[in-house]
């Protein structure tokens, strides 16, 4: 009877995946078209209801050295993961440690030249959990003050999480250079401008990940209930 029951657990979410990997190609084409004419948008250009289908699974990182991201804001799916709220964690946590020299290399890329970045994952299965293959994309932004050091991203796991928290291997990845767009395509649209969303203050980047409240009202849309500090 178990058995049938995580049959059918299985199904749904094989079958919510594939409706994910759909919405993936969307999110990109929103983030392309936030660049208008740039190589790289800026991250006040995304508003969060364009990427609404993928909100849980979204992330923003910043990077804070060279090849090394953090977490500024992340979807509940990334917490699910971890089994504990990510905010202000670096990417690599994710990552199992004999892969992350992989992953800073692809952070470089991500930032400094800059690229789209696509990496295909996969968590072994141990006590608790099974297998869990996933993808986690990342898109670069640039900040307020006009460098690339944020990224726009979105992490997709085909399966159940079961005991937490995971860390994946890469299995494979890719790396598409960016060039400026010939065109702009139309963005979705939307009723008005968020006033935070993704919104840095305007002021040079603090260490510090709780003075950002600006990314406060952000958290309430990926999150169904707020967690106090």
């Known amino acids: ?122 968590s072994p299965a141990g006590i608790g959990h099974r297998a869990l293959k996933g993808t986690l994309l990342m898109l670069p932004l640039r900040s307020d003050l006009g460098d690339t050091s944020r990224a726009l991203g979105c992490f997709l796991t085909d399966g159940l999480i079961g005991r937490t928290p995971r860390r994946f291997n890469i299995v494979s990845h890719s790396v598409e250079n960016l060039a400026a767009p010939a065109e702009t395509a139309p963005a979705p649209t939307v009723e008005k401008a968020p006033e935070a969303g993704f919104a840095d203050p305007a002021t040079p980047y603090d260490a510090t990940p709780q003075k950002h409240p600006s990314e406060r009202p952000y958290l309430r849309l990926v999150q169904n209930s707020e967690q106090s500090d």
């Not at 209801?49 to 979807?75: D, H, S, V």
Request: net charge neutral.
């Open 1 to 122: 009877m178990q058995e049938d029951i995580n049959h059918v657990k299985t199904t749904l979410i094989h079958s919510g995946m594939r409706g994910k990997e759909k919405n993936l190609a969307a999110f990109i084409t929103y983030w392309s078209s936030m660049r208008k004419g740039q190589v790289v948008p800026r991250r006040t250009d995304i508003d969060p209801r364009g990427i609404e289908a993928l909100l849980e699974n979204a992330f923003i990182a910043e990077k804070i050295a060279p090849g090394l991201a953090r977490l500024r804001i992340a979807g509940t799916h990334l917490s699910d993961l971890m089994g504990m709220e990510v905010r202000g964690m670096p990417i690599s946590a994710f990552i199992a440690p004999e892969h992350r020299t992989t992953l800073s290399e692809l952070l470089v890329e991500v930032f400094d030249r800059p690229a789209i970045v696509k990496i295909n994952v996969e």
